[in-house]
Structure formats: C-alpha cells, structure tokens
C-alpha cells in the first residue's frame, strides 16, 4: 500500500499570516481561524472556518493551518466545503440554528435537527468524494452547557450525532473518530471541521478512561461518539491525533474545583494515551514534548495557572494555544486536544 505524505498541523497569527506568498500556501489543506475578525482569503481555494472562540493569549485571531503534500482538489458538497490530497481531506460546514424548520417547536430541537443536518451531509459528502473513514472531528455548538429538556444542550448535540452514526451503514464503535466537542457563545452557528481518509484510521482508547461510548446514562441518554485518537498508520509518521482530553477518570470528573489539578490529570491522560498509541505503532515514540497543543479554558483567570502546570512537563517551544471556550460538563474547567507524529517533532 502505498504511503500518504504527512500531516502537519502550525499555528500562526494573523500578523504571521505571509499576505503574498502563495507558494506558502501550496500544501494547505485548511484553516480554522479562531477569533475575530474573521479572515479573508481571496483567490485561495483553502477552505477556512471561523470559529468565535477568543485566543488568550493577545491576538486577535489565531490560525490553525493543517498541511499535507502531494496534489490537491477543492470543492463543495452540498454545505461542505473541502481541500484533499489523494488520500487526505479537510472539510468544514457551518450551519445557523435558526435556520432550522425545528426552531421553536416542540420534539426534535433546533440544535438536534441541526447537528443531524450536518452528520448527514458530511457523511453523503465523504462517501461521494471516496473519504469514507472520518479521522478526527471539531464541534462548535453555541451556548453547549445551557439546560435543555432533562440535561443540557450538548446532550441534545449527542442524540443527534449518534443518531447520524447509526443510520450510516459501515458504521462501527471500533472506528469512531477521534473529536472535540466545545462551547461558544449564544448566536454562533453551529460549526464543525473535520479531516478524513481514504484508508481505515487506527482508533485509540485511554485504559484510565472509559470509553465515552460507554459512558453511563448520567451523562446523557444517548452517549458521545468519540474515540480518544485517532492513528493514520499510513501516513508518513504515522501522525496522532488526540481527541480533546479532560480530568476524567473512569468516567468521572475529577477535581472539580481545583484547575492545576485538573490540568496534571489531564495531562496523565494523554500521557497514557501516548502509551498505548506507542504500542500501536511497534513501539515507535510519541513524545509529549513533540506535539501541538490546543488547551480550551473554561476561565480565563485560569490561563497562568493552567499554562505554568503544561510548562512544568512541556517544551518551551512546544507549540500550544490557548482559547476561551466552554467545556462540555460544567465541572470542566481545561480540556486539552494535540497532535504529533512519530519519532520526530510535528514539524
Ligand atoms: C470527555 O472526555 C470530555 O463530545 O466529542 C472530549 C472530547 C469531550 C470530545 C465530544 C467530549 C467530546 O468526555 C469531553
């Protein structure tokens, strides 16, 4: 079987943005902008996606660039918009809740109907394109902690995506993507990005985690659909992708007031994750100093304590950034996502 090429993933901001150099951008294969105002690139056949979550740390806008070599092809389906490679696609998809026919009556809810909208057209757009594996998964729902029926708004988001899996043929636990799941303001849209492949991924587990899949009915009735990375075995490097990691234990949260805490467990997590991915790919390193680090704070007062916890086991030129976000169970005050490859630094 023959090797993908890379994945890379670089975070910049918008003054480190190259205005004119177009070579720059011949192996992007899509940005997500987080913060304001939102960006423009004319001309670019890069899909980009603005999600209306504040970097902490002075800018205005940071931009996560994920990157891949060899020829590309951009277009839409339906709402997705796309980049791929021959074996790797970036795809976005926004959609308002307002625009719902279930707005405001009763039974399935706006973001229900809306979560499901978007499910069903990423997968009829990867099945079209010949993507069918989804990899790795960000979902930006408004207002994510708000009640709503018996829980909240992300166990309505939870329905809808199970849902959506389920109704897909080929659908299995033992290959859900590896996903994010975080809160933004009341009247953003819904927004969600996502790369797939054409060849299978290698799903992951945390033994100190329970899988969320299985996650007792108390979190919600219906579970999240995750797992907690995803591998690309054949891609160069095998990159992981970690899905967004919290003080969980079992299926608990842990420490719930106590956001330093919060943080070193976090980090254990992935540290175990690290592990069993090692083990995954003969034994072949996944250094926790090598990856890319995305940290979502429910507080911002939070940033110094959170940020001095990661630097006492980081890197100081680990790339890492931080944004305002709410985490989906109130208890949450951090969740950290990463990426990285074997045996050599992510970039
Ligand atoms: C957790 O481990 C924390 O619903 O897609 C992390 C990553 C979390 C993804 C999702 C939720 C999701 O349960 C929350």
Redesign the pocket.
């Known amino acids: 079987m023959s090797r993908s090429e890379g994945l890379n993933v670089e975070f910049r901001s918008l003054e480190q943005l190259p205005q004119d150099a177009d070579a720059w951008w011949d192996d992007v294969l899509g940005v997500a902008q987080f913060g304001s105002p939102p960006l423009d690139f004319p001309k670019l056949p890069v899909p980009t996606v603005r999600v209306d979550l504040p970097p902490l740390t002075g800018q205005a806008c940071t931009c996560e660039i994920w990157r891949a070599r060899g020829p590309m092809q951009s277009g839409r389906v339906g709402s997705v918009y796309y980049r791929a490679t021959s074996q790797l696609l970036f795809g976005c998809v926004v959609l308002s809740e307002s625009a719902s026919p279930a707005n405001g009556h009763v039974g399935t809810s706006a973001l229900e109907h809306t979560t499901s909208r978007a499910y069903t057209e990423i997968f009829a757009a990867l099945d079209a394109l010949g993507y069918p594996h989804l990899v790795r998964i960000w979902?930006y729902v408004s207002a994510i902690n708000q009640s709503a029926g018996e829980g909240e708004r992300?166990w309505e988001f939870?329905s809808a995506r199970q849902e959506s899996f389920q109704q897909r043929a080929e659908h299995s636990l033992s290959n859900v993507p590896a996903?994010?799941?975080l809160g933004s303001l009341a009247g953003n849209p819904l927004v969600i990005y996502f790369i797939a492949s054409r060849s299978p991924m290698r799903s992951i587990e945390n033994p100190r985690?329970v899988s969320?899949y299985r996650?007792p009915a108390k979190f919600g009735p219906r579970s999240?659909l995750?797992s907690r990375a995803a591998q690309l075995p054949q891609t160069d490097g095998a990159p992981l992708l970690i899905?967004?990691?919290?003080s969980?234990v079992g299926s608990e949260t842990v420490h719930p007031d106590d956001v330093a805490a919060q943080t070193r467990e976090t980090l254990t997590n992935i540290d175990a994750l690290l592990a069993t991915a090692r083990g995954e790919n003969g034994g072949h390193g996944y250094n926790a100093r090598q990856l890319s680090y995305k940290v979502y704070v429910r507080r911002p007062q939070d940033l110094t304590t959170i940020s001095e916890e990661m630097q006492k086991s980081l890197d100081s030129r680990t790339p890492v950034i931080f944004l305002r976000a709410d985490?989906?169970?109130r208890d949450?005050l951090v969740?950290i996502e990463a990426v990285g490859a074997a045996g050599t630094s992510s970039h």
């Open positions: 979902n992300y939870n996903a994010s799941a985690q969320a996650y999240p995750f899905s967004g990691t919290a969980i985490i989906c169970r949450l969740e």
